[in-house]
């Protein structure tokens, strides 16, 4: 088994700390073996910003993900960039609201999570990666829960674990329904 993710939006959506909590979950808390790598512009927030997870039952020997087989696309030029990169039959997941006009044409399974509406539902849009974390679990089925939650605690401030465990279940429930229709 191997998977390789690519995570992207602009700096400030918790991006990178998205790849970071699929990593941890994988190889500190999981039984596989897993690499994250990072790119971002100069600008702290604002700018192009993606993260790459590779998990996998054997040894990583090359890092850089070429062909993701799952793509998770948080704004417009994440998805302009990055769409055409994405594996035949594999699974796209963009937010919608930062998203608009995909393409109609593409061989891929598409799923649509407005996490940053989700998020503000909760009172804080920081949190719309973990709620895309949430969802990506719940279509994917490729991380035992406990794993994520337990990578969540982990990677966060201590002061938002529960707003972010909370996030997390509100994304997770949302991916099972997108599953169910």
Do not use: W
């Amino acid at each position: 088994m191997r998977v390789e993710i690519r995570i992207g939006g602009f700096g400030g959506q918790g991006i990178i700390r998205t790849g970071l909590i699929l990593a941890t979950a994988s190889c500190v808390y999981g039984d596989k073996n897993a690499i994250q790598t990072a790119s971002y512009g100069p600008e702290s927030r604002g700018g192009r910003c993606r993260s790459e997870v590779i998990i996998s039952d054997e040894d990583i020997d090359f890092p850089k993900v070429e062909h993701p087989d799952i793509l998770v696309a948080m704004s417009k030029e994440a998805y302009l960039q990055y769409v055409d990169d994405l594996k035949e039959n594999g699974i796209l997941i963009v937010d919608p609201d930062l998203v608009p006009n995909k393409r109609e044409n593409l061989k891929v399974r598409m799923y649509e999570v407005p996490a940053t509406k989700i998020a503000e539902g909760l009172g804080k849009k920081i949190v719309a990666n973990v709620v895309m974390i949430g969802a990506f679990a719940a279509i994917t089925n490729l991380f035992g829960l406990e794993h994520l939650k337990e990578s969540i605690r982990h990677n966060v401030p201590k002061a938002f674990i529960k707003l972010n465990l909370t996030a997390f279940e509100k994304g997770y429930e949302y991916g099972k329904s997108l599953l169910k229709s």
